[in-house]
Each structure stands twice: as C-alpha cells, then as structure tokens.
C-alpha cells in the first residue's frame, strides 16, 4: 500500500486510527524517507511515519501545478529601453500555494507584473543567460555577462540591469567593471537578501532602485544597486570594483569601501541623487577574458607552511596577499614570496582590514616586501584585486604595471574621512 | 447558533520561539525603520479587498524596535534560528492533554499576513497535534489542531500613511488551540471558552496578564455564513459576543425576509455608480460643503432598502454601521445613507433630484460617499456587493468584537490561507519517546482554588476570581510586598476596584496597584481611599503620589482622630440630640473631616466609645 503513494497523489490517509485527507508532497534532499510530507486542505504540511500511516484511497492521482505560457515579451512598459539580464537565483518569483512550490519569474511580462513600478520608468527587456547560484558562479560566467553588456549597448539600450545571487555579486560586478570599458551607459548588478518569494523581500524596491539608474542616468561604469539602510525607500548605487558584502544577512548588507556611494536612488520620488559623476571617457571595448591562475592569500598567525608552499609554488601565477594592518606578513613567509616573484609570478598586497590603505613604508615588515618586489594596492579591495589580476591575466597586460592603477575607480590617492 | 473557538495563548518560555530575545526585558533604546509588504495580487489568488487594500501603494509600515525585546530576526534583517526548544515540548505537552495524535514531523509554514504586524509578511505556524477533545464535566468539544506559532507585533497607532507596530511583542510563541463547531448557546460557549482556559492556565506553562490570551469566536445561525470575530480578550465577553451575534445575525435573517417581501431580487443590484457631483455642488449645506471640499460625490441606489439602514433591534447591529465601517477599509471617514439624509440639512429640491438620477422609488434608499479616484469606485462596488449579500442573510465575514461586546465590521473574510513552506527551518522530528513522555502532571482546578485559598487566607470563592482573573501574579507579588496589609483588601482592590474603574474605561496597571498599596502600608491614605485615588491616578495619567499630595489625603493618627471626635461631640452637645440618633449624627459629621484619612473602623470604635463615655449605654 505504502509504495503507490506517490508525490502529487491527493489522498486519503488513516493515522492513529482518525482520517486525514492531503496531498502527498515532494521531499527536499535533507528530508528522510521514512516519513511523507502531507498538505492538508487547511495549507499546512505535517509530516507522518510512513510505517504508521495507512493509505485509503487515492482520490486524485496528479494534481498537478498548472503550468504557464512562457513566452517571453519584451519591451513591456515605457521609457528608455532598459535590459534585464537573469542570472541566476530569483529576482522576482511567485508562489504557488496550494502545492508550496516558489517559481521564479523570467519572462518581461512576468516581471513587470510582479514590479509593475519599473514599466513606468523603462521600457522592459529580459534575457536569461544563465541559472546559476551565485556561489556557483565562475571566471567563464563573468566573460558571458560582458558579452551580453557588449551586446545589449551595440543594441542601442540605455542601460542594463544584471540580476544576480548576491554572495559573489561583488565579484562579478568587478569582473564585468574590467572587461566592458567605457559602457555608454550604466550596468547595475541587483540582487536580494531577502528571498523575493516573501511579501517582504527587497527584490522590488533593489529592482526598482537599478531600473531607475538605468534609465535615467548617464554615468557610465559598473555598479551594484541595494538597500541604503533598513528602510524600503532609499537604495545605493555603489561603484562595482569599489564594493563588498559586508553582512550575511542585512538588506544593507552591501557598501562602498573606501568611497562614499555613487549614487543613490530615492524609491518614492524616483529621483537619482549622484554623489559622482562618471562620463564615457572613449568608445565602449570589451575585453572579457579572464584566467582564474590567482589566489586571495589569507595570512593569519600560525598559518601552515605546506599551504604557503602550494600558493606560492604551484602553477598560480598571481597572489594577492590579505596582510594585516598596512601590508604585512610573518617573516617565515618571506623566502616563498621571494622565490614565487624571482619565477616571474605576481605578488600585490590588500590589507585585511578591509578599510584603509596599505602603507608599506611604514615599517620595517613593509619596506622588506617592497624590497622583495610585493606590489601595493593602495586601498584596493583583495577581491578587487583578485578579480583584476585574473583579468589582465586574460588578456594579456603587464601585471606589475597594470594593478597599481586605477581603471575603473578600484583605487584611489586619496580616502573621504566620511565612512 | 454554531459555534467555535481559535484559541492564541501565550507560552511563557523565557526566549522567542525563532531568536534568543528574552521580551520580558525592558528596553534601553529604540530604532525606527520603515517598510513596504507586497503581495501581487496574480498569486494571491482571490484577494480579499481588504488586503488589497493594505498592500495598496502609498501604505508604509513602520516599525519599533527595541535593543533588548527584539533583535535582527524580528527585522527581518537575520534567518529565524531553531526553533525553542522548550515551545516545541510544550506543544507536544498541550496536544497531549487535549488527546490529539501529534505529528511525526513538525513543518513550519508561512502563512501570508499583510497587515504589517509581521515584518517578513507572513505568521510562521505549524501544526503539532491534530484531533483531540476537551471533555469538562458533560461538556464535550472536539479539538481540531494544535498549533505553534509566533505572535505578532503590537500595533501602537494607526497613521495618516500606515500602521506602526512595536516588534517587543513579535516572535513570542503562541498555541493556536482551534475547537470543532459546537450547537448550543452563549452559556454554552461561555463554559467551553472557560473550561480550555482554565485547564490552560493550570498547566503553568503560559504567560498572565492583560493580551496574553485572545480568542476568535466564529459564529454562526441557521445555514448561513461563518462570522469570524477576533480579538475576545477576556472571558466576560465571549457570552456577550455570542448573544450579540445570535440576535445581529437572526436580524439579517429577517432583513433578507423584508428585501424577499419588497420583491428584491439579484437583478435589482444591476445598478450603477452614479456621479452626482454637480448636484451637490448646488447645495447650500454647511455639512455637504465641507464633505465636498474637492471631493466627488458618488451615490448607489439601494433596491428595497428604505428604511433599512438605520434599524438596529440590538443596539450597534444596524447595516448603516457595517456601510460606515467598510467605507473606513478604503480610508474614507464614512458614508451617508438614505435613512439619515434629513440630518444634513440638504435642501428638497436637492433631493428630488438626487432620486431622480438614482431612480429610487419609496421603498428604495441610496447610500453616498466622498471621495476621488478609483478607490471611491472600489469602496462603493465592496458596499453594493454587501447590500446584495443582504438577500442571503448573515455573509460569512470577520468582525472585531468591542469591549461591550459587541462586534464591528472589519473585512469580508479571506479565503483559505495562503500558506507555503518556511524554508528557513529544518523539519522537526518527533520521535516515539517525546510524545510519551512530554506530559503534564497538574492539579485540578478545584486542589489549586484551595490551595491559594488556604496559602493566602482568603474565601474560596475570592480564590477562584483571582485564578479566573489575569491579575493572580500581582496578586501573589502584592500579599509578598505588603504583609501588614491584609490579603483580603489586595485581593478586594485587584477584583473589585479594578472591575469598576474599567467599566468607565480605565485601565489598571501593577505600578499604580503598588504605588496605592505602598501608600496605604506608610499609612499615607487610608484603605477607604484607595478607589478614588486610583481613579484619579488613572484617568488624569498623574502619579498616585501626586493624587495624595494633591488630595492632602495624609491620614491622620489615631489621637489625632480622638480629639476630632471630642471636639465635635462637645459643639453637639448644645442641639439636645436624641440618644439613639446621636452614633448617626456624629459618626456622620467626624467622617465627613477624616474620610480616606483613617480606617473607617478606627473612627466607629472611637465614635462608640465616646459617645458611651459621656452619654453612658444606651
């Protein structure tokens, strides 16, 4: 009896000798099988032993979810024509309450219905090019979304919006911040802390915030749009090599370092309020490739010497050191570093305090390295750094000349005493 | 009359059931935030207009947060941690004591709430037991579930832009303990709705006090629609609620008979809005002036219900008033209907041509609203479907019961919850050994009755109001406090003084009840006082020090009061008053220097004696 039942089935059960009647529902991979997950008609989900449940009768054998035309339309709304790139994850989804299921939306159509605000701002276009997790996301990912920002411009639209997971979002936004030079317009990473499933998620409020500054302004450069603070009505625009997820759960898990926010987008109003400006400085080139042989080198005290060995021996051809304070690292390191920039390797210095810049004039520890040939960042993110040294391991660039400077607003002389 | 009970309690665990926030803490400092909630409509399915109403644009929610009461995952700024553990055993105790056959997993489910008093915009719940019973002497109610839950945030005010909900409140773990209908009447409900808490209240597992428990009570009459009413606080109300809603209802049923008999059918209802702007700009009113103010005027007919509006053979159950309080959903400050035109001074010529545009005949009435835009044509269609509804008695909706107990309008009832799962908490297995042994050992109610009956040296009968009351704790804390203050007087304030300052609408808190017992163990007052001081502590908001100080109500000493006596007993001596009229007389006039001064006892013993000193025994 047990084995017909079958996800999807609405059934009749008999538990502790009482009736229940519910449809059976899937299990997720972590759940066990030695119960079922049964929705009674009331919306809740129990979960019975399936040894001491007794199957009645199968009143409905698929209830099925009813599945939509999935066409995609485009152009839905009006304004200048603004480019929604899908990604990944879920900027916008709908639930299906009577099996549970969350289905994300990828359609225009299905987005501005779910956004209705942003067809008033923009004339809406979506193009999925990938589904993956951000966590997932890899140097090859980032190449297809320069493409697509190449191509979306060359289409004549106004700006693109690239939703995204939002655990590497900074990354890409780097990655694409290097491979598109001076875009014509603006492209916004935008993602949610909040799933969008849930009426209080800040996907449409993050999703309206990026379609505004696509639409309505001229700057040109990459950019990520999130939560100002914990209110639904302010969203910043943050300068893509510029920022980082400082929080594992806040909407306004996402700011500048070392910068004050590029903008910021007044939801109600629909007003754009730039801190900065940043115009097209030549003709947009694309330069989209990237070669993942570089390392973000964490040092902490203790750290193991077969580790350092690897990094700084193996077939990686770029290490940007995370040092502490402005720039430094144990003196047990040194002999590794050495050898790794004697073979031609790159070696560059982040700081792991994450604000402020390195200094490595400062002490002895400092001026040692430099000696030894470590490059400074300056006040460079390490995952900016990163992401830069894959880049122009990619394409080609003189490594030694190429990250101390600043191309696309990652490093700057001088920091705002304004956090 | 069916009816049945959801009843929420709170569960006094010492943490919320998703965070570690203890929130019987005070809070230190508070921030502000504000929200937006949305629910598009495609997937809500059939959406109640209500809550269409409150995911409309241009409502914000604004929250309170405190630093001790509430943290990031009442922000909805962090994932809900596990949930408590010590919640989830007393789930499982509670559905044990009721007989229900717990579940082998627990699920927690979203369900959509949109009024804001959830920052995530949902309630997260789960069911624990299913099918249980409540037997209490010969009564016998089925249990349809027990469920876990956490409460809401508590809404401190109502705005021009939206709600504001402190979140010190949400994320407390409540059991949602829901009855099978029951055929019978208020007595009947009232003993149900008293039996389950009482025996809630002996388990010892749940939180006192004013809010800790609530109950919805659906009703219903005949074969007619389900009326929801929510927020019955206290007991005392559940009967009155029930025989309101018996009479308000059987009222419907006879209005549907009145709409029967005019000849009003569904095709009546065919009827438009109509937009009689122009026709009211012509009125001189003064009233109609002011409503018009910019607004448009927007009128419906109302096929057969001419005199309708305004008859209420229970007082609060007139149709008018259901209109009036639909009308406020959509933010308008009310409606006018065809029964109350004349008090609006609108002049005959005016009216004559307001029917004519509406096409009403004698037996029809109208009903108008102030306003512009869409929303005006969407409040006047939600009030043409209920006076349609009118043909089929009671409609199934929830109302809001008053603290007369009465109930008010406060929306068309929603569908079936929209519920999917909490995919933030993992499952919760529940294995054999829990179910067996998370039970409860208590007393029964009449052992606890005597037991603080004896332990605090008080009748059996005031025993059992303290235990029926929310106020048992202060009670206790009190009699610990103050232990030259007889126990009878505390327990005499607590039920008896408290009751009737609240008949007047005032609310008695611990601190005033210990500041008025403090003055009276310093001897500052005398017990006598203790009403008047605490209704005007209360109804000025003033401190009970202030009232006394204010009040000169210092007592006086036992010599002091002596010499009072003497001194008047003497003055009186020249009237000649009849010796048996003297204790009268006297008693009365000392009394009316030292009232609320000194124990009234003191003065009589005082007065006696004299009197008998100087005039001998009678």
Redesign the interface.
């Known amino acids: 009896m047990v084995q017909q039942m079958k996800p999807g089935q609405l059934v009749q059960l008999q538990y502790n000798g009482k009736l229940l009647e519910g449809l059976i529902m899937p299990r997720s991979l972590y759940e066990d099988t030695m119960h079922i997950t049964l929705k009674l008609k009331n919306g809740y989900n129990i979960g019975l032993d399936i040894d001491k449940v007794r199957l009645v009768k199968v009143i409905e054998h698929e209830a099925t979810a009813q599945t939509e035309d999935e066409k995609e339309y485009n152009e839905i709304g009006n304004g200048p024509r603004v480019l929604i790139l899908g990604t990944g994850g879920t900027i916008a989804s709908k639930v299906d309450y009577r099996t549970g299921a969350v289905k994300p939306a990828f359609s225009a159509k299905e987005i501005v219905d779910m956004v209705p605000e942003i067809g008033n701002i923009a004339s809406i276009s979506v193009k999925t090019i990938m589904n993956e997790l951000s966590e997932n996301i890899k140097p090859e990912n980032w190449s297809i979304m320069s493409n697509e920002v190449y191509k979306a411009f060359n289409s004549g639209y106004k700006g693109v919006v690239i939703a995204h997971g939002t655990d590497t979002m900074h990354y890409s936004a780097s990655a694409v911040s290097f491979a598109v030079e001076n875009p014509p317009g603006p492209v916004i990473f935008v993602g949610s802390q909040r799933s969008s499933d849930r009426p209080s998620s800040d996907s449409a409020i993050n999703l309206q915030g990026a379609v505004t500054f696509a639409a309505k302004s001229n700057a040109s450069g990459v950019f990520v749009a999130m939560h100002a603070g914990l209110d639904d009505n302010l969203v910043a625009v943050h300068r893509g090599t510029r920022v980082r997820k400082n929080h594992t759960s806040r909407r306004d898990a996402f700011e500048s370092v070392n910068d004050i926010p590029f903008a910021y987008v007044d939801i109600e109003n629909s007003i754009i309020k730039h801190e900065n400006e940043a115009i097209p400085k030549g003709k947009i080139k694309l330069m989209p490739n990237f070669l993942a042989k570089a390392l973000i080198f964490k040092f902490h005290p203790g750290i193991s010497e077969s580790i350092t060995n690897a990094v700084f021996k193996g077939d990686l051809l770029s290490v940007i050191i995370e040092g502490t304070g402005l720039g430094h690292v144990s003196r047990e390191i040194f002999p590794y570093i050495r050898s790794a920039i004697d073979n031609g390797k790159f070696v560059g210095m982040t700081s792991q305090c994450i604000w402020g810049s390195v200094g490595m004039a400062v002490y002895e520890t400092g001026r040692d390295l430099l000696a030894m040939g470590v490059v400074p960042l300056g006040d460079m993110l390490s995952e900016t750094a990163l992401v830069k040294s894959m880049w122009a391991l990619g394409n080609g660039l003189d490594l030694p000349s190429v990250m101390p400077l600043n191309l696309r607003g990652e490093i700057a002389s001088r920091r705002p005493v304004e956090k | 009359m069916k009816m049945g009970f959801e009843i929420h309690i709170q569960l006094n665990t010492k943490q919320k059931l998703f965070c570690c926030c203890n929130p019987h803490e005070v809070d230190t400092k508070t921030i502000n935030?504000?929200?937006?909630?949305?629910?598009?409509s495609?997937?809500m399915?059939e959406i109640d207009p209500a809550a269409e109403f409150e995911?409309g644009k241009g409502k914000?929610i604004t929250y309170v947060s405190g630093d001790r009461t509430s943290c990031?995952v009442e922000?909805?700024?962090?994932?809900p941690h596990a949930p408590n553990g010590e919640a989830i055993k007393s789930a499982i105790k509670i559905s044990n004591l009721f007989s229900a056959?717990i579940?082998?997993?627990?699920?927690f489910?979203?369900?959509?709430v949109?009024d804001g008093s959830n920052?995530?915009?949902?309630q997260r719940?789960?069911?624990v037991g299913?099918?249980g019973k409540f037997v209490n002497g010969g009564n016998y109610v089925g249990i349809n579930?027990i469920?876990l839950e956490e409460d809401a945030g508590r809404l401190v005010e109502k705005t021009e832009t939206g709600p504001v909900y402190n979140l010190d409140r949400l994320g407390i773990p409540l059991l949602e303990i829901t009855t099978e209908p029951v055929e019978g009447d208020a007595m009947l409900g009232e003993k149900i709705a008293a039996g389950i808490g009482r025996t809630l209240k002996l388990t010892g597992l749940f939180a006192r006090g004013l809010g800790t428990i609530r109950q919805d009570v659906n009703v219903s009459v005949g074969n007619y629609g389900i009326v929801e009413v929510k927020g019955v606080q206290k007991l005392e109300q559940v009967r009155k609620v029930l025989e309101f809603e018996e009479k308000r209802q059987s009222w419907l049923v006879e209005l549907s008979k009145i709409l029967h008999n005019r000849g009003i059918g569904k095709s009546d209802f065919n009827t438009k809005i109509v937009n009689l702007t122009d026709i009211f700009l012509a009125s001189n009113s003064q009233i109609i002036r002011r409503l018009m103010s910019g607004q448009n005027a927007l009128a419906l007919k109302a096929p057969g219900f001419s005199g309708l509006f305004a008859k209420e053979p229970v007082p609060d159950s007139r149709l008018g008033l259901d209109l009036a309080d639909l009308c406020k959903l959509f933010g308008f400050k009310g409606i006018v209907h065809s029964d109350e035109i004349s008090k609006y001074g609108i002049e005959g010529q005016i009216l004559n041509e307001v029917y004519k545009r509406l096409d009403i005949s004698e037996k029809d009435g109208f009903i108008l609203i102030f306003g512009s835009g869409e929303k005006a044509y969407r409040c006047l269609e939600m009030a043409k479907l209920r006076l349609e509804a009118s043909l089929y008695g009671p409609p199934s909706e929830t109302r809001m019961a008053t603290e007369k107990g009465t109930t008010r309008f406060l929306r068309p009832r929603p569908g079936?919850?929209?519920?999917?799962?909490e995919t933030d908490i993992?499952?919760i297995?529940v294995s054999g050994e829990m179910k067996a042994s998370y039970r409860i050992e208590m007393k029964s109610w009449e052992e606890t009755v005597n037991d603080i009956a004896g332990k605090y040296n008080i009748p059996h009968q005031v025993a059992e109001q303290l235990l029926d009351s929310d106020y048992l704790e202060w009670f206790t804390e009190a009699v610990m406090a103050f232990k030259s203050i007889p126990s009878t007087v505390i327990a005499s304030v607590i039920l008896q003084t408290f009751e009737e300052l609240r008949k007047d609408g005032l609310q008695a808190n611990k601190s005033a009840l210990f500041d008025i017992l403090d003055a009276v163990n310093k001897g500052n007052i005398s017990k006598e006082a203790i009403h008047d001081v605490l209704r005007e502590s209360l109804s000025q908001s003033i401190s009970v020090e202030s009232v006394i100080k204010r009040r000169g109500l210092i007592s006086i000493s036992k010599d002091e009061m002596s010499k009072i006596v003497a001194s008047i007993l003497k003055d009186s001596v020249s009237e000649n008053i009849q010796r048996e009229k003297i204790y009268g007389v006297i008693m009365g006039r000392v009394m009316k220097q030292v009232r609320g001064k000194i124990d009234g006892k003191l003065v009589d013993q005082e007065v006696k004696r004299q009197i008998e000193e100087k005039f001998g025994t009678n």
């Not at chain 2, 922000?75 to 994932?79: N, S, T, V, Y």
């Not at chain 2, 920052?119 to 949902?122: A, I, L, N, P, R």
């Not at chain 2, 079936?416 to 799962?421: D, E, F, G, I, Q």
């Open positions: 935030f504000g929200r937006k909630l949305r629910v598009s495609s997937e399915g995911i914000d990031l922000a909805d700024e962090e994932p056959s579940v082998d997993e627990i699920h489910m979203r369900k959509i949109v920052t995530s915009g949902f719940t789960a069911i299913l099918d579930s469920c079936a919850s929209r519920m999917y799962p993992m499952t297995l």
